[in-house]
C-alpha cells in the first residue's frame, strides 16, 4: 500500500511558476514509476508527465513539453512537478499518481492516486 500526499498548489498570474510535490509512503519507493495528471472542471483526467523508477526516463504531454519537469528523489520519497510559464490553460486540479513498474501514460495503469491540489492560473 502506497499513501502519496500532494503539496503545492496555488493560484499564480499567467507566465509564472510553481513547484508540486508528492510524498509518497514506504521504503519501495524507487520500485514505482511516478506520472502526474490533470482534470479540468467538465474536462477528461489528461496525461501530464511521467517518470520511470530510476529517474532516468521523463515523458510529457505535447501540451506542456518545454515548460514543465518532471523529477524524482527516491531518498526522500518524493517526486516534483516544476511548472514554468503558466497558462490559463493549465488551470486543473493536479494529481499524482504511483504504479509498479514500467510508467505508462495510461492513467487506468496507475495503482495509487493522491488526493489531488488545484492549480489555478489567472491572465
Known amino acids: 500500500q502506497v499513501q502519496l500526499v500532494e503539496s503545492g498548489g496555488g493560484l499564480v498570474q499567467a507566465g509564472g511558476s510553481l513547484r508540486l510535490s508528492c510524498a509518497a509512503s514506504g521504503r519501495t519507493f524507487s520500485s514505482y514509476s511516478m506520472g502526474w495528471f490533470r482534470q479540468a472542471p467538465g474536462k477528461e483526467r489528461d496525461f501530464v508527465s511521467a517518470?520511470?523508477?530510476?529517474?532516468?526516463?521523463?515523458y510529457y504531454a505535447d501540451s506542456v513539453k518545454g515548460r514543465f519537469t518532471i523529477s524524482r528523489d527516491n531518498a526522500k520519497n518524493t517526486v516534483y512537478l516544476q511548472m514554468d510559464s503558466l497558462k490559463p490553460e493549465d488551470t486543473a486540479v493536479y494529481y499524482c499518481?504511483?504504479?509498479?513498474?514500467?510508467?505508462?501514460?495510461?492513467?487506468?495503469?496507475?495503482?495509487?492516486w493522491g488526493q489531488g491540489t488545484q492549480v489555478t492560473v489567472s491572465s
Open positions: 499518481a504511483a504504479r509498479k513498474g514500467y510508467s505508462t501514460y495510461d492513467s487506468s495503469g496507475y495503482e495509487y
Open positions: 517518470i520511470s523508477r530510476s529517474g532516468g526516463n521523463t
